[in-house]
Each structure stands twice: as C-alpha cells, then as structure tokens.
C-alpha cells in the first residue's frame, strides 16, 4: 500500500506559519477526517510519531506516492521543531483558530504614520501609502466611504463545497472564461506573495497526479511590451510610438516561470455559491469546440481581431 499524506495547503514559510494547521484543512478537513484529493490517509487516525515520520520523509525524499512533488516543497522549509509542532496541533483536535504570533503580527494594520489626506488641487490623490502593509477599503480610490451600505443586508451566501480533490469540475461560461473554483478554499485565501497554495496542485507538472486542472500556456507568457522612454521618446518593443492607448499585442515572450500578471489566481477565478438568483439568466454558452468546455485555447486566439 502506498502511503500518501498530503497536507495539501501546508503553508510554506516557517517563520510564519510554523505551526499552524489552518491551511490543511481545505483538503484534510478542519479535524483531519477527510481522505485529502481522495488519496490521503486520514491523518486524524495517524499517531504523532506517524504523522512527524511522514513530514520528515517528504523533505529528504524517503516518503510519499502520487502527491510527492505536491508536498516536498511545502515542508522543504520546516524544521523538526516545525513538524513537531504541526502534529501536536493535529492530534489536539486540527484547531484552526489559533495562529502563531508572528502570522498575527504580519497581518497586523499598519500604524498611521505619516498617513494623511492629499489636498487634489496638488495634483495628489487619495493617502500617501508608502510603508503600509494593510490598506483599508476607505483608502482605495477616490471613495473615502465604505464600499458597504450598512442598512443594506448582504445577501447570505454560503460557499459550502467539497475538499480539492473531490469535488466535480464546473464546465466553463463561454470559451476561455476563467473556470470557477469547484472546491473549498478555506485554508487557500487569502493569496500573498509568500504563499499561494492554488500552486501546489495546479502547476502544469503537478496538476495530472492530483487530478486538477492545469495552469495553461497563456499564464507562462508575458504579452506586455517593453516600454521605455529614451530621449523623450516612448518606446515600445523598440519601436517609437505616439500613441500609447493603441491597442497592439507586444511580441510574445515564454517564461519558464509563472507570469506574475497572473500570480494571483483570486482575481479571476472565484468560488461557486448556490443561491437563488435575483434575476434569472437565461444564457447558454455555445462551444463550436467541445474540448473547450474544460480547457483553454487563449495562446492561439490571444490576438484574433488585432492583427
């Protein structure tokens, strides 16, 4: 038997997330009852010595079956005190409530310093943000209000769904919509430059052996041109323009990486909740290429209609 612990969204950062439990719980459940993808042992029946021995394998590669590459570079970064902190949160009950010090004071609001209203007439807008780490929504744009009116109930939605893994894919809204979310999320949000767990299983490499969709090809493309000005002059992918609002597609250029203009993942990919629409929508999308109802082909339409 293939032994298979997959703490799916163990959060990478030491320093951090040491020993916090909170982003396992999407696959693993929030006491550690769930087969994590479908494949996992249930780590709740797993004894402490177990579960360290598992953590230690996956970093020095003597552990782990399909969802191996998933997890050695979660734990690359975990000291043996880390590990022996994260199975003692699990066998005392998978709380996710409480979370170590240091995440507590990196999300911490920033203190107001230097913080003020710019008069427009200078040219100015809306705060001087510099060295802040948490902006609030009055900060945002030119509103100085909250974007909620508190007389005015949000609708209650719940986005109840099942574990990554387990859930059923959603066929997508029109040709190369971004597809929703299908799984729960708890545990993956929100996305900071340190972690962004949607890259444990959706990586190109990585996505077939969990059984999730893979990042397409358009994401590993950069499509903005160089601009530059020189001597004056805007220059875009060597070519001087005068007109920088013309719409053009800058020459293509392949990463080897994740484009960063694609890094977070929550900005176009959202979670279903099923509730009852306040308007009904009839639309159906048509797909002259049923293959396109769970793939994308944006790389090879990216310019339709430009050239």
Known sequence: MIKIL?????????VIYAASTAGCVSCHGANFEKKALGKSKIVKDMSKEEIIKALKGYKDGSYGGAMKATMTPQVANLSDADMAALADAIKGGGSTKAAPAAQKKEAAPAKDKGLKE?????GKVGYDLSGKKVVSEEELGLRKEGLFDEKIKPLDAKFDAPAPGAAKKFARSYVNAPPLIPH???GLLPITRKNNACLDC???DKAKSVGATPIPESHFTD???RTELKDGKIVKDGKVVTNTSDVTIAKFKKLKHLSMARFNCSQCHVPQANV????KNNFRPEFKDESLKAKSNLIEVIDNGVK
Do not use: Q
Not at 118 to 122: A, P
Not at 276 to 279: D, E, F, I, N, T
């Open 184 to 186: 729960s999320v708890e």
């Open 6 to 14: 997959t703490f799916g969204a163990l959060l990478a950062t030491s």
């Open 223 to 225: 499509f903005r041109p």
């Open 118 to 122: 710019d008069n427009l007439e200078s």
């Open 202 to 204: 959706h990586m190109p």
């Open 276 to 279: 009852k629409p306040l308007v």
